[in-house]
């Protein structure tokens, strides 16, 4: 019985000590202290020895049992450890590494040009609002002082979705839905995408952006549109800017002018920026044509207004210095995040 103990302690230890995997140690775990298994199998064989022999032999088997598990335990930890520490080697972070950076995207010159130009509005006293893109021929035109057989409409030819539905060829038709409404007084400023059916070039799109103000209250006057885009042109373009309204024509303005600022390069001096001149145009304007007033229900006689248009890309090709459209539209990364 001694030896039959002493062998199973041996090979037990042997066994232990050879195992390379948890899986290892369990299945020895099993064979020897298991149900089945040899040193369980020797307690089950006490019956056959001799009683005076008992309590020694049992003394032994519980020894053997305990160094046989003591080992196990031993070597399970040791396992389970040198298996944690491969792991975190495996898993180890290199802080010196340069982070992944996300790529955000930027905001196009046109949104910036026309948040600087909302803000400057919306200070004065402004609503921003919208209008459709898709218009009736009556708001983009006929509403606004240009009937039918009118020049001004082979001007601003446009895309057709049937005869009497279009794309709108300027943000001056929102000035009819803001009127339609019947809420006075008007102060709003409106813009949007506008659309003609002109080829691509350095200066022109068949799709751009303009934006549109109206005004209409009592007492309207010229100067109120003098002081107003004035004061415009020196919040947008500087403190020193000038000024000046060279008399124009458009149908739904009467009278009507479009508006030149200095040159923010030179200073009036003259520059290839501005062509020599010293002027910069920007946008066009004027009193708002009583019929026009009239045609979206307004009393002409107890109100007077005036309005102002301007392209949104003109603004920020003059803002930003950049000498053509066409790069507005690339969306080039490289170019839109110099701004
Ligand atoms: N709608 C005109 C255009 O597209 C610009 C314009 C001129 C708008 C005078 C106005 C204005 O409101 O008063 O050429």
Same mark, same amino acid.
């Given at each position: 019985?001694?030896?039959?103990?002493?062998?199973?302690?041996?090979?037990?230890?042997?066994?232990?000590?050879?195992?390379?995997?948890?899986?290892?140690?369990?299945?020895?775990?099993?064979?020897?202290?298991?149900?089945?298994?040899?040193?369980?199998?020797?307690?089950?064989?006490?019956?056959?020895?001799?009683?005076?022999?008992?309590?020694?032999?049992?003394?032994?088997?519980?020894?053997?049992?305990?160094?046989?598990?003591?080992?196990?335990?031993?070597?399970?930890?040791?396992?389970?450890?040198?298996?944690?520490?491969?792991?975190?080697?495996?898993?180890?972070?290199?802080?010196? *590494?340069?982070?992944? @950076? =996300? !790529?955000?995207?930027?905001?196009?010159?046109? #949104?910036? %040009?026309?948040?600087?130009? +909302?803000?400057?509005?919306?200070?004065?006293?402004?609503?921003?609002?919208?209008?459709?893109?898709?218009?009736?021929?009556?708001?983009?035109?006929?509403?606004?002082?240009?009937?039918?057989?009118?020049?001004?409409?082979?001007?601003?030819?446009?895309?057709?979705?049937?005869?009497?539905?279009?794309?709108?060829?300027?943000?001056?038709?929102?000035?009819?839905?803001?009127?339609?409404?019947?809420?006075?007084?008007?102060?709003?400023?409106?813009?949007?995408?506008?659309?003609?059916?002109?080829?691509?070039?350095?200066?022109?799109?068949?799709?751009?952006?303009?934006?549109?103000? *109206?005004?209409?209250? @009592? =007492? !309207?006057?010229?100067?109120?549109?003098?002081? #107003?885009? %004035?004061?415009?042109?020196? +919040?947008?373009?500087?403190?020193?800017?000038?000024?000046?309204?060279?008399?124009?024509?458009?149908?739904?303005?009467?009278?009507?002018?479009?508006?030149?600022?200095?040159?923010?390069?030179?200073?009036?001096?003259?520059?290839?920026?501005?062509?020599?001149?010293?002027?910069?145009?920007?946008?066009?304007?004027?009193?708002?044509?009583?019929?026009?007033?009239?045609?979206?229900?307004?009393?002409?006689?107890?109100?007077?207004?005036?309005?102002?248009?301007?392209?949104?890309?003109?603004?920020?090709?003059?803002?930003?210095?950049?000498?053509?459209?066409?790069?507005?539209?690339?969306?080039?990364?490289?170019?839109?995040?110099?701004?």
């Amino acid at each position: 019985m001694r030896e039959k103990l002493e062998k199973i302690r041996e090979q037990a230890l042997a066994q232990i000590a050879a195992s390379d995997a948890l899986e290892k140690l369990n299945e020895v775990r099993v064979n020897i202290l298991g149900k089945k298994g040899e040193l369980t199998a020797v307690l089950k064989s006490m019956k056959d020895v001799a009683p005076e022999e008992r309590p020694k032999i049992g003394q032994m088997v519980n020894e053997t049992r305990e160094e046989i598990e003591k080992s196990l335990e031993a070597a399970m930890k040791k396992m389970e450890r040198a298996v944690r520490e491969a792991k975190m080697k495996a898993e180890v972070i290199d802080v010196t *590494l340069p982070a992944k @950076k =996300n !790529i955000i995207g930027h905001r196009h010159p046109c #949104t910036i %040009a026309l948040e600087e130009v +909302e803000r400057i509005f919306v200070g004065m006293g402004y609503e921003v609002v919208e209008g459709p893109e898709v218009e009736k021929d009556y708001y983009n035109f006929e509403a606004l002082n240009i009937p039918a057989d009118h020049p001004a409409k082979d001007e601003q030819d446009t895309f057709y979705i049937t005869g009497d539905i279009l794309l709108r060829t300027q943000t001056s038709s929102t000035q009819i839905h803001e009127m339609e409404k019947g809420r006075l007084p008007i102060r709003m400023l409106a813009p949007g995408r506008v659309f003609r059916s002109d080829e691509v070039d350095a200066t022109h799109s068949p799709s751009f952006h303009q934006v549109e103000g *109206l005004v209409v209250d @009592k =007492n !309207i006057t010229f100067s109120d549109l003098k002081g #107003t885009l %004035a004061e415009y042109a020196r +919040e947008l373009f500087g403190e020193e800017t000038k000024v000046k309204f060279r008399p124009h024509h458009f149908p739904f303005t009467e009278p009507s002018a479009e508006m030149d600022v200095t040159c923010f390069k030179c200073g009036g001096n003259g520059c290839r920026f501005c062509k020599g001149s010293g002027w910069i145009e920007i946008l066009g304007c004027g009193m708002v044509h009583p019929h026009v007033l009239e045609m979206s229900g307004i009393d002409s006689e107890t109100y007077t207004g005036f309005a102002f248009g301007m392209g949104l890309e003109r603004i920020a090709l003059l803002k930003y210095e950049i000498d053509d459209m066409r790069l507005l539209y690339e969306n080039d990364v490289r170019f839109l995040k110099q701004f």
